[in-house]
């Protein structure tokens, strides 16, 4: 009865495991059970079974038997290199990449936090339940490109997608993904542009929905220096500004949360806090319509009367 | 990934769990695994063909599988986990970059960072510094919340509704916290209103547990949509600047143009979209209903007056 692909793949995987120096193919062909018929096809099915092995993410090295000949490579499988290596792996650590697991309940990860968990799990250490049940909270996401966008980063595979331009126009784009951020819940791809041979950030939300993969797998390598941060405006320190504006009497409260109050009369009360995004302040402001007045500073209260002076042009 | 690839990834995991999980029922097993104790079965039976050259009863893979428990007696050298792949080590490591936004203690803060520093190890160099997740805003009431989300017992809370402007209490009891765009939500079970609610944590001003246990019977999935006024659709003309609002508003939009980025909702708070209106001034435009479209003036004008 012919063995299961599936079996072959397990004996060729304990096989090159066990291995102390590299193997020839024409061994295993001889010792690992599976491997039949004539020789084309069994270099066949060796061929294909690399190729399965390393998308599983085992790592087979080849290598000379002897480095004064040039003669048939042989094959092996370092055990550092396939076993999940964590060291002294505590409860409470194993606990919390548990809970670090479960943010992903979303359908686009969970199978690969399930993995992760299980593997950890693997390792033979007590969870440390009563410290960590669940995670603060769970991500969850519906833009369509995501796996793709996040598969393609992790292989170093290039994507092709269109972006709007400057004059909201949809333009083709290939790019090198370098990386992905999550920041106050909006994700960006962080990538190599390369018709303009520069680094640049796309918003996930605004990449069209026929977004494609292009090439091989690891068809790039990041630059050594890489980091994702360097590469988003948001996380870079911004001065705070004081602002002072005026609320009516039981009103904002939204505002009210963030501020303290400065000074009341009969119909307003006078608060301040600190910004440091201009626009999402404005458009704090302009939420509470005639119920806000800016005191200061005035060039958030120049642009408040612009913006109330186009709308109030639309009626 | 093909089938038995899928299936020879699953052997491969199969045999490190069960040694560390030795005597695990062959249920628990599937369920783990996610297939039918079928496929578990035929997997066992399969592993027990397995092992080193030579393939004698001493370089198999030993395990017993009877009477619905499973015990590994030899795995040979398939003993320990394979090393996660590039997905897994991302998702963990922004896994606690998450836990990391709302951790207050600082004992399992430097636990989560620490721990980051070992994975990102296992990590290609470059790629270690390859994603993130950042969020400034701590979640207020997210421990309260979450343990009365764990012991199943209600909150008290009181709840700021930006689009009235007013605050409301009310009796809720908390079923699972998620963050979906730019808001961090709380899916509960109203008492007033007697169905599923979604609340923004942000939003929530003060919140006390109070000892209502809820029952074992309320789904915690499948929110009801909510109910109200009459829903009223809305014509708008926007520009670039007013993109995010566009993308935070997806699931409310009917029919959008892109080109001549002109978009359609359904709103059934016209509060909500007056102020967000409002609050886009200049980026957005309502072309019907016109009545909106003079309130939005209206409220600019008394506004100014304030100037």
């Known amino acids: 009865m012919p063995i299961e692909k599936a079996e072959r793949l397990i004996n060729l995987t304990m096989a090159l495991l066990a291995a102390q120096r590299y193997i020839k193919k024409s061994q295993i062909f001889a010792i690992v059970a599976g491997y039949s018929g004539n020789a084309e096809a069994m270099e066949r099915m060796f061929e294909r079974d690399k190729d399965d092995l390393r998308n599983l993410g085992i790592v087979i090295e080849v290598g000379g038997l002897d480095p004064f000949f040039d003669d048939e490579p042989g094959y092996r499988i370092k055990q550092t290199e396939y076993a999940l290596s964590l060291e002294n792996l505590t409860p409470a650590e194993l606990s919390l990449l548990a809970v670090a697991a479960k943010t992903w309940q979303d359908a686009t990860f969970s199978n690969s936090a399930q993995s992760a968990l299980r593997k950890l799990r693997s390792l033979g250490i007590e969870n440390d339940a009563t410290n960590y049940v669940d995670a603060p909270f769970h991500i969850k996401i519906s833009n369509s490109n995501f796996s793709l966008l996040w598969s393609a980063t992790i292989a170093a595979q290039s994507l092709v997608f269109e972006y709007p331009n400057q004059s909201n126009q949809l333009e083709e784009r290939e790019i090198q993904p370098y990386g992905i951020a999550a920041w106050r819940g909006q994700w960006y791809l962080v990538g190599r542009d390369v018709a303009k041979d520069a680094i ?79 626009s999402q302040t404005i458009q704090e402001i302009l939420w509470y319509g005639p119920d806000v007045v800016v005191i200061s500073p005035e060039d958030l209260k120049i642009a408040v009367i612009a913006s109330l002076r186009e709308m109030a042009k639309n009626g | 990934m093909d089938k038995p690839l899928a299936r ?46 030579q393939y004698t009863a001493l370089e198999l893979i030993d ?99 930006t689009s009235k402007d007013e605050i409301t209490t009310r009796r809720i009891l908390p079923l699972e916290v998620f963050q979906q765009g730019d808001e961090f939500l709380l899916l509960t079970w109203c008492f007033l209103s007697r169905a599923n609610r979604t609340f923004a944590i942000a939003r929530i001003l003060s919140c006390d547990p109070i000892s209502v246990t809820l029952p074992d019977s309320i789904s915690d999935t499948n929110p009801v949509l909510l109910p109200g006024n009459a829903i009223v659709t809305i014509k708008f003309k926007y520009d670039r600047a007013a993109l995010s609002f566009i993308e935070n508003i997806q699931d409310r939009i009917v029919a959008i143009d892109q080109v001549s980025m002109i978009a359609s909702v359904e709103v059934w708070d016209s509060e909500w979209i007056l102020r967000n209106v409002l609050a886009n001034a200049g980026h957005i435009k309502i072309l019907a209903p016109v009545e909106f479209a003079h309130e939005v003036a209206s409220r600019a004008k008394i506004a100014l007056s304030n100037y």
């Open chain 2, 8 to 53: 020879t990834a699953r052997l491969l995991d199969l045999i490190p769990f069960i040694l560390s999980h030795q005597g695990i029922a062959i249920a628990d097993l599937a369920n783990e695994f996610g297939v039918t104790e079928k496929e578990i079965l035929a997997d066992l039976n399969l592993i027990f063909m397995c092992g080193l050259p």
């Open chain 1, 200 to 278: 640049r950030v796309f918003k996930v939300a605004r990449i069209a929905p026929e977004c494609k993969v292009r090439g091989k797998v690891g068809a790039f390598k990041l630059p050594i220096d890489f980091d994702i941060s360097r590469h988003l405006v948001m996380l870079q320190d911004v001065p705070q500004t004081p602002v002072i504006l005026q609320i009516r009497k039981e009103r904002c409260h939204g505002l009210r949360q963030k501020s303290k109050k400065i000074k009341h009369d009969v119909e307003w009360d006078e608060i301040q806090f600190s910004e440091n995004n201009r």
């Open chain 2, 63 to 161: 395990l017993s599988f009877e009477h619905g428990f499973v015990t590994v007696r030899e795995p040979q050298n398939l003993d320990k986990p394979r090393k996660l792949n590039g997905e897994e080590l991302s998702i963990l490591i922004m896994g606690l970059d998450v836990l990391r936004t709302q951790i207050t203690d600082p004992v399992k803060e430097q636990l989560a960072k620490d721990l980051q520093i070992r994975l990102r190890q296992l990590v290609e160099s470059a790629t270690a510094n390859a994603i993130l997740y950042a969020d400034d805003r701590h979640l207020p009431y997210i421990e309260t919340i979450n343990k009365a989300r764990q012991n199943r017992t209600a909150l008290n809370i009181s709840y700021l509704n």
